[in-house]
């Protein structure tokens, strides 16, 4: 199961690999993954449907569009072909458990495809998607990277609008720990305010 780039003790040197370029791809994509799962363990089960407005995604889809958008890109990068559409239903309310099934398992799967990847692969031009646009394939490993972030930083709004504190964004570490709080002015805080329906 994938648990992200584990947070280290307080007493304990922080040190992922990240000696070549490879290396710096998992450990972000398995930081990123870990605050991801974090969020999702910090959504209470009956708003895990909730969406701040009509034609948005609900907290649910957030997550859910993520694994589905990281299937579409690595089955892309891997064969040459690229489905036009996602394996994602609007309107879905998945559970906790289901929703975390699909995020270690899509990033089971990103992994290994990293694993038989050559430095000089990254280098490599892929067509995006059924696209007229080509990039080198780290750039799209970046996107990927980068459209994780966006929903993350989504979820994260979520949560504030309940009154929960989301987690640190970079790195899994223990649940309330946030470093970032040191550096706001005097009077701000990246706390919670009253919780919104």
């Known amino acids: 199961m994938s648990q992200g780039s584990a947070a280290p003790p307080a007493h304990k040197p922080y040190r992922p690999d990240t000696s070549t370029e490879l290396a710096c791809y998992r450990h ?3 930081a990123y993954r870990g605050v991801t799962l974090q969020a999702l363990d910090c959504v209470p089960a009956d708003k895990l449907g909730w969406r701040p407005a009509q034609g948005l995604l609900s907290i649910s889809e957030q997550f859910d569009h993520v694994a589905a958008t990281e299937e579409l890109y690595i089955q892309g990068l891997r064969t040459g072909r690229w489905r036009d559409t996602l394996e994602f239903e609007f309107g879905v309310v998945k559970t906790r458990e289901a929703l975390r099934q699909r995020l270690d398992h899509c990033r089971a799967v990103t992994l290994d495809y990293l694993a038989g990847l050559s430095a000089e692969g990254l280098s490599e031009e892929v067509q995006f998607g059924n696209s007229p646009l080509f990039f ?44 970032d709080n040191a550096t706001l002015p005097p009077g701000y805080s990246a706390k919670p305010a009253t919780p919104h329906g």
Do not use: D, N, T, W
């Open 28 to 30: 972000h994509l398995e």
């Open 136 to 179: 080198a394939r780290r750039s799209v490993l970046l996107q990927l990277i980068a459209h994780e972030v966006h929903h993350k930083a989504q979820v994260s709004h979520y949560l504030y609008q309940h009154g929960i504190q989301a987690p640190f964004f970079a790195i899994a570490l223990p649940p309330g720990m946030r470093p």
